[in-house]
């Protein structure tokens, strides 16, 4: 009898966690609607598994001290067989300028992520955040995302994902990884703490890719938000955390953490998406704009094995200008696309325009995507350098110079364990500097001017490290590694 209450006890628990398991994604978005009162709209979308319990409400910590709000759900919206949105609407009014953390929990993630806590994610709880930044002067609205943060990839496909969306007041945008968090509540949801999850494991961990000579590669590009993962290994659900930073006149105004997952199953079908004009790039597929010439841009969207089910979009904030067209054409092979503008001294800012191509698949087990990025510089000849590269902290680790704008250089593999490269290739005789998380310098090597300098980092201890690169007696760019 023991024996069988022991059994139905196990099994109750198991159902009961197999029942709250639900959330794959969200974010939190905010919008301005009265200055004087410093008061907001603020939405919650989540993306639920529809196996997993309901959402009736949901519970928002605004970072202002106030009570955290509970509201009824506002909308809901089934986009795949097993995934919905859910949407809450929240209004509030802050007490004073400054700067607030909006947060939001849940008990359960949804269960076997390959990489939250080795596969069992079924009992860590999910969070998301974004920052405002309150000025009665300058009010923002956070960044609007436009597509959905749950993806589809296949194993032996290049993965790429481009963070299409629009920035309301045309601020300069930073994209970079954060590990996923979780929350632990204290006496309430005013006073827990958020923390990140345990065991995590970015997807191009060599955990994923046993037995293969694939190189195991992950990237954001910290001005586009362009996202590439070569030839997934393992089949499954991972999670990304992606923070969305906004920058205005060299200061941040304010940040979106999403959460993302992506589904890696195996499958036969590809697409390819690629350029098919003569326009002159140059590095991060940059595209000078000149007033008064127009600016023809052709992609051509292909796949294999031949299936008829292709869709070509283009999202870019230009496309609500009237100068701005976007037209697509079938063909027996592929599908072209042609982004057709034209520039005029009303459209010169500091920041660059994005414009993204974005094709899918539709094939009998699921959706493949491809997408192709440009960034389109309104100032000739300008080089756009921001503060930080994606994680460096917004203040210079020396202390000396916090308010000036550096280039991002990526670190790859990242995380790493023995080495990793940057591209010096632009600077003479570049020197990189290697700072730990207290701004103290622990490492200064001297670099050659190649695409791939090697920096050693086999003797330090497991953490998150900074970089500089110097030349000509200057910093010149930042960085964020991570030693494993």
């Known amino acids: 009898m023991k024996h069988f209450l022991v059994f139905v006890f196990i099994f109750i ?14 974010e939190i978005t905010y919008k301005s609607i009265d200055r004087s009162t410093r008061t907001y709209s603020i939405k919650l979308t989540i993306y639920r598994d529809v196996q997993g319990v309901d959402q009736p409400n949901a519970t928002l910590n605004f970072g202002d001290g106030t009570a955290c709000d509970i509201v009824d759900l506002s909308r809901r919206i089934q986009v795949e067989p097993d995934t919905e949105i859910l949407n809450f609407f929240f209004t509030h009014s802050f007490p004073a300028d400054g700067s607030y953390i909006i947060s ?52 032996g496909n290049d993965f790429s994902h481009t963070i299409a969306g629009l920035d309301p007041e045309g601020d300069s945008l930073s994209f970079e990884f954060l590990t996923p968090r979780a929350f632990k509540e204290g006496n309430g949801c005013e006073t827990g703490t958020a923390f990140e999850v345990p065991n995590y494991k970015f997807p191009n961990h060599p955990n994923f890719y046993e ?23 393992k089949t499954g659900e991972y999670s990304i955390a992606v923070k969305v930073s906004e920058f205005r006149n060299g200061r941040l105004v304010g940040y979106s953490v999403r959460d993302f997952q992506i589904v890696i199953t195996e499958s036969d079908y590809y697409i390819e998406i690629e350029k098919v004009d003569t326009v002159k790039l140059k590095e991060f597929n940059v595209i000078d704009l000149e007033e008064g010439e127009p600016l023809e841009l052709k992609v051509r969207l292909k796949n294999s094995p031949l299936y008829i089910n292709l869709k070509l979009e283009a999202y870019s904030e230009l496309l609500i200008d009237e100068n701005a067209a976007f037209e697509t054409y079938d063909s027996a092979d592929y599908k072209l696309g042609k982004f057709s503008f034209e520039f005029d001294s009303t459209l ?28 389109l510089n309104p100032q000739k000849g300008k080089i756009f350098n921001y503060k930080t590269e994606p994680g460096v902290p917004p203040v210079d680790p020396t202390g000396t110079d916090p308010e000036i704008f550096y280039q991002a250089i990526p670190a790859f593999p990242n995380p790493t364990k023995e080495s990793f490269f940057v591209n010096t290739s632009l600077f003479r005789k570049p020197v990189i500097l290697l ?11 001297r670099l050659n001017s190649e695409e791939r300098a090697e920096i050693k980092v086999e003797e330090l201890k497991p953490g998150i490290y900074y970089y500089q690169v110097h030349s000509s007696g200057k910093k010149q760019g930042t960085g964020k590694v991570v030693v494993e």
């Open 104 to 155: 939001f929990n849940e008990e359960n993630r949804n269960e076997n992520i390959n990489n939250i806590n080795d596969g069992n994610s079924v009992q860590i709880s999910f969070y998301i955040e974004s920052k405002i930044v309150i000025d009665a002067f300058t009010p923002n609205d956070s960044f609007i995302f436009h597509e959905r943060p749950i993806l589809e990839g296949f194993t």
């Open 435 to 445: 700072y730990n998380t207290t701004g103290k310098i622990i490492k200064s090597q």
């Open 13 to 26: 628990l198991n159902s009961f966690c197999s029942l709250a398991t639900h959330l794959k994604g969200g």
């Open 211 to 233: 037995g293969s000579d694939i190189p195991q590669e992950l990237s954001i590009n910290p001005f586009s938000g362009n996202i590439i993962w070569n030839q997934p290994g």
């Open 348 to 375: 010169i800012r500091d920041n660059p325009y994005i414009i993204t191509f974005m094709g899918s698949l539709i094939n009998p087990i699921g959706v493949s995507r491809k997408d192709l990025t440009y960034i």
